[in-house]
């Protein structure tokens, strides 16, 4: 049987992190994950969920539907308005995880509706990598990842 093989029937790997919740809640999807923080004031175009910025490393890619993991907000307090905009716009992430709690990233995170969770007890963006499974249960303060498997890594 070749590596490949044994890869996709291997058992897939699943980590639980233990969080603070900042908005209730309970989603899951594949998770989009930037070490960058995200503008959103010019930083995002929120009819579509794409980062626009012009030196971010998920440029030109989309939030919409996934489980975004990030640092947290920069800008200006105009980063809950394009948020909440997405969110109007059927754009919006899921579920948010993030590091660092600022008054942009709450108020962007209730205005988006979507399950939002910081102080994870260990650094999401080392545990949790861009296509893994993430199920965000705010509400217990739980993050579930299950890993993406090898095979589908490629």
């Known amino acids: 049987m070749s590596t490949d093989a044994i890869d996709a029937v291997a058992p897939q790997t699943k980590i639980v992190l233990r969080g603070r919740k900042v ?3 309970c989603a899951e999807g594949e998770a989009i994950v930037t ?14 969920g794409t980062i626009i910025e012009r030196r971010h490393e998920l440029r030109g890619q989309s939030f919409k539907d996934k489980i ?16 909440h905009m997405a969110r109007l716009n059927g754009a919006a992430p899921r579920a948010m995880i ?5 008054t942009k990233i709450a108020l962007g995170a209730v205005v988006t509706h979507a399950p939002a ?3 994870l007890e260990q650094d999401p963006l080392t545990i949790i990598e861009t296509g893994d499974w993430v ?3 705010a509400d217990n ?14």
Do not use: C, H, Q
């Open 35 to 48: 070490r960058d923080t995200i503008s959103g004031w010019g930083g995002i175009n929120e009819r579509e």
């Open 135 to 137: 199920k965000v249960d």
């Open 98 to 102: 993030f590091n660092k709690m600022t």
């Open 117 to 119: 969770m910081t102080e």
């Open 141 to 154: 303060g739980i993050v579930e990842i299950t890993k993406r498997t090898k095979s589908s890594r490629m």
């Open 23 to 25: 908005v209730g809640g």
């Open 68 to 83: 975004l993991v990030f640092p947290g907000a920069k800008g200006s307090s105009g980063w809950s308005a394009y948020f």
